[in-house]
């Protein structure tokens, strides 16, 4: 899952976003259970995202009709925050994701009881989860909840990991953050143009050409011309 494995995991959750989706409005995001592989009539495998998305609420989603945004999991004193394009390659790299975080809580003994497939994590375990992850629709609100904890903490200081996937084996780069997050204005405007972006709606402008480069060219032209 990273460079590092989470040694306590605390929370996991997802951001997803339908196929067609296009805005910030379209995510939905929840606590992640794991993926549920099932058959359809013609013998196909179709993997289900189960999402805890409320305190009283699972929700599938068939990942052959929905993208997985973002993957954000919280450990003893790191939150890791994994951004995905709409590729095949990075699909392919968050579904490794979560499959991977299964098994290290099937390690953990924090599977479902009585989940005889061992695919879906207990999620009555998960603790210090921002409200968002249930209340809302998207994981930008810092804000705790304690209806899905066996205990609550608010006094641990965080660090933001960003981890960029590129390939189906993906090399993992860290970036980390200094002093406070940004505001959830300016984070909803940064995740919107993500969304931009893994769509191909969204066009960078030319970046402008410094003063001392103009300077450089008119030497150049003049000393052409002599």
Do not use: W
Request: glycine residues 4%; contains cysteine.
């Amino acid at each position: 899952m990273s460079q590092k494995e989470p040694t306590k995991i605390k929370y996991a959750a997802i951001e997803v976003i339908r196929n067609d989706g296009k805005t910030a409005d379209d995510i939905e995001c929840g606590a992640v259970m794991g993926i549920c592989r099932r058959k359809d009539g013609k013998e196909d495998v179709i993997p289900f995202l189960a999402l805890v998305v409320s305190t009283s609420a699972i929700r599938l989603y068939n990942l052959n009709e929905y993208k997985i945004v973002t993957f954000d999991i919280l450990d003893d004193s790191t939150r890791y925050m994994t951004v995905f394009t709409d590729t095949e390659d990075d699909q392919l790299a968050a579904i490794q994701m979560v499959d991977q975080l299964v098994e290290q809580m099937e390690g953990l003994g924090r599977l479902m009881a009585n989940d005889t497939h061992k695919e879906l994590i207990d999620v009555e375990q998960y603790k210090d989860m921002p409200d968002s992850v249930l209340e809302g629709d998207n994981l930008s609100d810092n804000k705790k909840t304690g209806d899905l904890s066996t205990s609550t903490s608010t006094s641990t200081t965080t660090e933001t990991s960003t981890t960029t996937y590129v390939k189906k084996e993906p090399t993992v780069l860290v970036i980390k953050r200094r002093g406070k997050l940004p505001s959830l204005d300016r984070l909803k405007t940064m995740r919107q143009k993500v969304i931009m972006l893994a769509n191909g709606v969204f066009t960078i402008p030319p970046l402008p050409i410094l003063e001392c480069d103009i300077e450089n060219e008119k030497k150049l032209a003049s000393l052409s011309k002599k």
